[in-house]
């Protein structure tokens, strides 16, 4: 448990306005408000605090709890269960890719790694080429992402590289590939690196720390608990917006439900749960879009044994990358990727890693001398890449189906190619790709060898994202999107979406600054449109 003075504590000390599902006192059956938000991640947040600070009353409804350092004890035992979706092991229909996205108060931002990247101006162009968003150039954003990163103090870190990210430079730069700092959204950072688990000093600038506190300071209302069931549509216009309390658990239905009533309506609960509560609600889809083109940057690992000790568990997860292999292949070639250097933790590397009984438990022994790469491929580009679909399971929960094929498996092999290149000309004494069938190489042509003859098959290849962008894609077209440029639906009046979902392709990058920067105008705008006043901007 931290020790250091807790920031929601002291708000609910003064009088927050937040109702859990678990309290004991039944809830109102019915809520009004100017505009009700599903979700308080990237984009729910940063829209409560445009909204609030123009003057609206503000209803946030989340579907996890709130959870703040008091609670963050550095244990993936804890944290995974209370702050993750499905306990961290959300998969696809076809169990072939492991998810891991956030489900508490500020969703991922609260318990993501800190890379904060603006959307690479190759994302953007391609998409004002094919999804007619001339809105969208770096130049256009520019503004956005400065009041972003000014609000969520991002910046590169200043601090020296862990081993972890060390053995990337080292490797790369034997190799002539390029490597850059990347830029963090924190403040004060103690540089503990267990920043998946929640910060426990309140230095990740998450939207638990930040803008959720400005809104709700502002007079905004917090529902935790509380899952988003349907909208109630009438004519093509939401009439309600049906809420389901959960239990204790927070996993079941306590029988309990409320109806929000809202002026407006926006969706910001994720590429995987808004694309599900618009088909749980009959939305009108004159076009057959809705959960279609839904892209992760499918994610492979490659680890490295070194004889000195790595330490992948301490300092900050993430501080180098490199886009070498995005920037040499066209946008729509070849799927390029993004090198990066993941944090080590032993539940997440044990339950990533293949094999079993002896071998497994070697791995583990040498746990504090492992260094690992992530190659995070850029889906969405290639004229074959069609992504995934979010599609509903029988009890109405939605399920991501994301076939890999030819096109992603070329990109797996390439990528784990050049990691285990790198990681070999970085001193490694053996390389493991992270594939069933692969063995640990003593040797970068031993390694080289086999990686060329893996078989590239589902749930052979170990392929993870934390990374979920599409699904409501926003387009000029109505026919090509879901929602408009300005972030409201094409079919549904009264109803925007202000999340990852909106995003044609995956990035190319990490998502979350991408999500400030364009949540931060699409907001902006809306609170001009329904206040029909000048509006202002994040704090």
């Known amino acids: 448990m931290s020790s250091f003075p807790d920031p929601i504590v002291a708000g609910l000390a003064r009088g927050w306005k937040v109702l859990d599902g678990a309290d004991p006192a039944p809830p109102p059956a019915e809520f009004d408000c100017d505009v009700a938000i599903v979700g308080t991640g990237a984009g729910g947040g940063v829209t409560a605090e445009v909204l609030a600070r123009n003057g609206l009353s503000v209803l946030l409804i989340e579907e996890g709890p709130l959870r703040s350092s008091r609670h963050f004890d550095m244990r993936e035992s804890q944290a995974y269960p209370q702050l993750y979706q499905e306990s961290a092991s959300r998969r696809t229909k076809d169990k072939g890719i492991n998810v891991m996205q956030g489900?508490?108060?500020?969703?991922?931002?609260?318990?993501?790694?800190?890379?904060?990247?603006?959307?690479?101006?190759?994302?953007?162009?391609?998409?004002?080429?094919?999804?007619?968003?001339?809105?969208?150039?770096?130049?256009?954003?520019?503004?956005?992402?400065?009041?972003?990163?000014?609000?969520?103090?991002?910046?590169?870190?200043?601090?020296?590289?862990?081993?972890?990210?060390?053995?990337?430079?080292?490797?790369?730069?034997?190799?002539?590939?390029?490597?850059?700092?990347?830029s963090r959204n924190v403040r004060n950072c103690f540089n503990l690196g267990y920043c998946g688990m929640g910060c426990p000093t309140n230095a990740k600038q998450s939207m638990l720390l930040t803008t959720i506190p400005a809104a709700l300071d502002l007079g905004a209302r917090l529902l935790t608990r509380a899952r988003a069931q349907r909208l109630l549509?009438?004519?093509?216009?939401?009439?309600?917006?049906?809420?389901?309390?959960?239990?204790?658990?927070?996993?079941?239905?306590?029988?309990?439900?409320?109806?929000?009533?809202?002026?407006?309506?926006?969706?910001?609960?994720?590429?995987?749960?808004?694309?599900?509560?618009?088909?749980?609600?009959?939305?009108?889809?004159?076009?057959?879009?809705?959960g279609t083109r839904t892209f992760l940057h499918p994610t492979v690992i490659s680890s490295a044994l070194h004889e000195e000790q790595v330490d992948g568990f301490d300092g900050a997860p993430?501080?180098?990358?490199?886009?070498?292999?995005?920037?040499?292949?066209?946008?729509?070639?070849?799927?390029?990727?993004?090198?990066?250097?993941?944090?080590?933790?032993?539940?997440?590397?044990?339950?990533?890693?293949?094999?079993?009984?002896?071998?497994?438990?070697?791995?583990?022994?040498?746990?504090?001398?492992?260094?690992?790469?992530?190659?995070?491929?850029?889906?969405?580009?290639?004229?074959?890449?069609?992504?995934?679909?979010v599609e509903l399971r029988s009890d109405g929960s939605p399920v991501l189906d994301y076939p890999l094929d030819e096109t992603i498996f070329d990109g797996v092999r390439r990528g784990l190619l050049a990691m285990a290149e790198i990681q070999f000309a970085a001193g490694a004494r053996s390389v493991v790709p992270v594939h069933e069938r692969a063995g640990s190489y003593d040797s970068w042509k031993a390694a080289r060898e086999a990686i060329v003859a893996l078989p590239m098959e589902p749930l052979l290849a170990r392929v993870v994202s934390a990374h979920v962008m599409g699904g409501c894609t926003m387009a000029a077209d109505e026919r090509r999107g879901v929602a408009r440029p300005d972030g409201r639906m094409?079919?549904?009046?009264?109803?925007?979406?202000?999340?990852?979902?909106?995003?044609?392709?995956?990035?190319?990058?990490?998502?979350?600054?991408?999500?400030?920067?364009?949540?931060?105008?699409?907001?902006?705008?809306?609170?001009?449109?329904?206040?029909?006043?000048?509006?202002?901007?994040?704090?």
């Not at 071998?359 to 504090?368: E, T």
């Open 490 to 539: 094409h079919a549904l009046e009264a109803v925007s979406v202000h999340d990852g979902s909106l995003f044609p392709t995956s990035i190319g990058a990490n998502p979350q600054l991408s999500i400030y920067g364009t949540v931060a105008r699409l907001a902006t705008e809306l609170a001009a449109s329904l206040t029909g006043r000048t509006p202002v901007g994040l704090a």
């Open 103 to 182: 489900r508490c108060v500020g969703g991922s931002t609260t318990v993501n790694w800190t890379s904060s990247f603006r959307t690479p101006a190759r994302t953007l162009e391609f998409w004002r080429s094919r999804f007619g968003l001339e809105g969208f150039s770096p130049e256009a954003l520019a503004p956005w992402f400065e009041q972003a990163e000014r609000r969520l103090s991002i910046a590169p870190s200043v601090f020296e590289p862990n081993r972890n990210n060390e053995l990337l430079r080292i490797g790369a730069h034997a190799l002539g590939i390029p490597v850059a700092a990347i």
């Open 233 to 290: 549509l009438v004519g093509g216009r939401p009439t309600g917006l049906e809420i389901e309390w959960l239990d204790a658990t927070g996993l079941q239905p306590s029988g309990r439900r409320s109806v929000v009533r809202a002026r407006h309506y926006v969706l910001a609960g994720g590429a995987i749960n808004t694309p599900g509560l618009l088909l749980r609600s009959d939305a009108p889809d004159p076009h057959g879009l809705i």
């Open 318 to 389: 993430q501080t180098l990358y490199s886009d070498h292999f995005l920037d040499s292949v066209p946008i729509d070639g070849p799927l390029g990727f993004k090198l990066e250097a993941p944090p080590l933790h032993p539940v997440l590397f044990s339950t990533t890693m293949q094999g079993f009984g002896r071998q497994h438990a070697l791995q583990m022994r040498d746990f504090r001398h492992t260094h690992a790469l992530l190659a995070l491929l850029r889906d969405g580009f290639h004229p074959l890449s069609k992504g995934g679909r």
